[in-house]
C-alpha cells in the first residue's frame, strides 16, 4: 500500500459519524468539494474555512490543514506538514477566534499533493500547536484529544517550469543537509 492510500484511509477511518457538523473549504470566493483540484495560483491565498451545522453540544472545534505528501528535510520520506490551524471554532464562531499557524501556501515541487482539512472536536477544550516539520498528524490527534469530525482534501499540481526546478533543488539541498547531519550523529 502506498504513503497516498495509507493516509487516505487515515483520513476516512478516523471520522467520527453521526455529529452533523461540516467543514467549508473556500479559494478565491469558491467552495471546493471534497478531491477537487485548485489551482496552484489560486491556493496561495488564504482559505475561508469554516464549520457547519455546529451546536452547543458539540463542543468546542479546531479546522487544522497538513500536507501528507511533503518531502521532509530531516529525514528523507514523506511527512506531515502543518498548513493551518484555527482554533476556537464553535456554533458561535464558526470561523474561529484564533490562528496558532497561519496559511502557509503550497509549494510543492513536481507532482500533485494533497492538502487534508480537518473539522476535529477537541475533548480537552485547549489544543497544543502541532510541529511545523516533519510532523505526524495522526500522532498529534491522539495527543491532543481530538476527534475527526469532517475531512476536506484538495489537490494542488505543480506543473514543470521555473517554480519546480526552484522548489526541488531547495528540497534536494535540504535533503543532503538533512543526511549530513545524520550521519554526523547530530
Known sequence: MGVRDQHARFARAGVTQGVGASLSVRFAGREVGDGEAVDLSCAAAAPEVAARGLTADTGPCVIYC?????????????S???????????????????TPIAWLPPAPPLGVHRYVFLLCRSAAGACPVPRRACADTAAWLRHSGLEVIDVVHITVERQWGPGALAAGAVFTMAAVAGLASLAQGS
Do not use: E
Open 66 to 78: 497538513y500536507d501528507p505528501d511533503a518531502p521532509c528535510a530531516a529525514w528523507p520520506v514523506l
Open 80 to 98: 506531515d506538514i502543518p498548513h493551518l490551524l484555527v482554533t476556537g471554532v464553535t456554533a458561535a464562531a464558526p470561523r474561529g477566534t484564533a
